[in-house]
């Protein structure tokens, strides 16, 4: 399930649109008056598997929340450099097959653990599937790209991007669901503040 912080703009509502899109099977649902305790128990109730809040400054998308459920973790992200597909012309459908996934640079322990969390967000595709959905790890930003690819002969693969296209920076990841902020312990939390912590990378073991 996707929903966005109260009272959004066009703009996020549209980024909402594609990014249930990117995921097969997603529902997105208008945010509205909803407080995050009863949206996480109407997802709960309805076999809802994950709920993915994104939240905006001036318009532009800034925060992605994904929330397993029935119990956690949830895992916080600041989002940047976003292009949605609305900003980019000519761009053909989306494919609703399940796509493969390319995640490549989480070789430590904990990027392992936000490897599963996005990992789980799709289901498993089929072998004949033309879609291909990548997160790329370098120092801990997570580039998120979307494509399609055919093969043009034996040999060769022509790839196109469908969009949208991110990155991804973890900050926190907490036991439990979303409304459960105020009493769940944290599991992670980056600390900008620290003397080595523009110097350290946490997803990789490098």
């Not at 790890?137 to 060769?156: A, E, G, L, M, P």
Request: aromatic share 8%; proline share 5%.
């Amino acid at each position: 399930m996707i929903t966005t912080s109260r009272d959004p703009s066009s703009r996020l509502k549209m980024f909402a649109k594609e990014l249930k899109l990117v995921f097969p099977g997603a529902q997105r649902m208008n945010r509205g008056r909803h407080e995050v305790g009863a949206l996480v128990r109407a997802c709960k109730a309805n076999g809802v598997t994950d709920l993915l809040v994104v939240h905006e400054h001036r318009g532009t998308p800034v925060g992605l929340i994904v929330s397993h459920l029935p119990f956690g973790p949830t895992a916080y992200f600041t989002l940047c450099n976003v292009l949605m597909r609305h900003d980019i012309p000519d761009l053909g459908t989306v494919s609703e097959a399940k796509p493969h996934l390319i995640i490549h640079g989480f070789s430590s322990r904990l990027g392992k653990r936000v490897s599963d969390i996005l990992r789980y967000l799709f289901p498993v595709p089929k072998d004949d599937s033309h879609r291909v959905i990548t997160f790329a790890n370098q120092d801990d930003y997570i580039s998120f790209r979307h494509h399609v690819y055919r093969k043009t002969n034996h040999r060769n693969v022509e790839l196109t991007e469908v969009g949208p296209r991110f990155e991804l920076k973890l900050y926190m990841i907490r036991l439990g669901t979303l409304e459960q902020e105020a009493t769940a312990d944290v599991e992670w939390r980056w600390h900008p503040y620290t003397n080595t912590a523009r110097k350290r990378v946490f997803l990789s073991a490098e």
